[in-house]
């Protein structure tokens, strides 16, 4: 059996294959863990100190010769060896400034290369300073959000639904809503031609009719998506779903933060004809509202009478229904003309 797209706990099994060219200089900062870019934001400022300390010296030594009988004239003050220019190379880049040491102003190479040293420094601070920033930002920002372990498919309205319940056991600004997105990732048939992995998007919100993806999490949710003509379970029955090789995606976003959980469904993990239970997980006490936030209650569903047919199949059959309800009451009042069935 082929492996899902993403883990449930929103981990993406896909591995990006790119030329050799590209791997060379292709760092995520952000995604790197935070051992390595401790570790890479010392390598590179321990080199780039060992660097321009080292053209320090060699300018230095350059034009030691042009100054020799010039005792008062130096590109540098107080640096004799390659260790001191080390040193004035941390200073510099840095902006420490000690005091002692120093660049005089009869070397114009020496100044461009201080110059040219300290925008170095300010370009690699700041790269460094604004990744960390968003790297723990990242991290702080990620939410203990609970997914149900199943979805379920149930009737609402005559029209079938596919739920699913999510709570954030944390309590914080995104409490005031979130973007709940899916996508179904289907091997498809078209026109004779076979299609892997084709994405369709789907709809879903927390009205009971599926609409308004603007989700709130002040306590366990229930978001649904209407199964239409539009939706890519609209031919599938409970007889065909073990068959079909699909997986629904599920990404909850927030303005400012972007995707910060994920999880998936594949069909082995829809249920048909079954409902959350609400009892457990949201008490009304006399003087306040009991939540449960227990991933066991979330998961709590019981089964119902929902049709063992694809939603097209409910259609034709409501349909048919209406159609000859309203036969029957044009014929009644005595009309000669009928709507056909």
């Known amino acids: 059996m082929a492996r899902r797209i993403m883990e449930k706990n929103g981990k993406p099994n896909i591995l990006s294959v790119f030329g050799r060219e590209y791997e060379w200089y292709h760092l995520n900062f952000l995604d790197m863990q935070w051992y390595y870019f401790v570790m890479l934001f010392c390598l590179l400022h321990v080199i780039s100190f060992a660097f321009f300390g080292a053209v320090y010296y060699i300018t230095m030594e350059y034009h030691r010769l042009d100054f020799l009988q010039q005792r008062n004239l130096t590109c540098f003050f107080d640096i004799s060896d390659i260790f001191a220019a080390y040193l004035f190379s941390l200073e510099t880049q840095q902006t420490i400034g000690y005091g002692s040491r120093g660049i005089s102003d009869v070397c ?37 959000v609970r997914f149900s372990r199943k979805a379920l498919i149930t009737m609402r309205n005559g029209s079938l639904h596919l739920v699913i319940r999510m709570a954030d056991t944390k309590g914080n600004d995104r409490d005031r809503g979130v973007y709940f997105n899916a996508y179904c990732v289907q091997d498809i048939i078209y026109q004779g031609e076979n299609i892997p992995l084709q994405i369709h998007h789907m709809d879903f919100g927390f009205q009971l009719d599926g609409t308004n993806n603007l989700i709130p999490l002040l306590y366990p949710t229930c978001v649904s998506h209407k199964i239409d003509n539009s939706s890519p379970l609209y031919g599938i029955g409970p007889d065909e779903l073990p068959l079909v090789r699909l997986e629904i995606i599920v990404n909850i976003s927030s303005p400012g933060i972007g995707v910060f959980d994920s999880t998936s469904y594949t069909q082995e993990e829809i249920i048909w004809g079954a409902r959350f239970t609400h009892e457990r997980v949201l008490s009304r006490l006399p003087n306040i509202i009991f939540i449960d936030f227990s991933q066991v209650e979330i998961d709590r569903f019981e089964l119902d009478l929902t049709p063992r047919r694809s939603a097209k ?29």
Request: glycine share 6%; aromatic share 12%; proline share 5%.
């Open 108 to 144: 114009p190479d020496a100044v461009v290369l201080m110059i040219f040293h300290t925008l170095f420094g300010i370009i690699l601070s700041s790269i460094f300073s604004g990744t960390f920033l968003a790297k723990f930002l990242k991290s702080g920002s990620t939410s203990a």
């Open 313 to 341: 199949c409910v259609e034709k059959i409501v349909f048919n229904k209406l159609s000859h309800s309203a036969t029957a009451e044009w014929l009644a009042n005595g009309c000669l003309w009928a709507p056909p069935t």
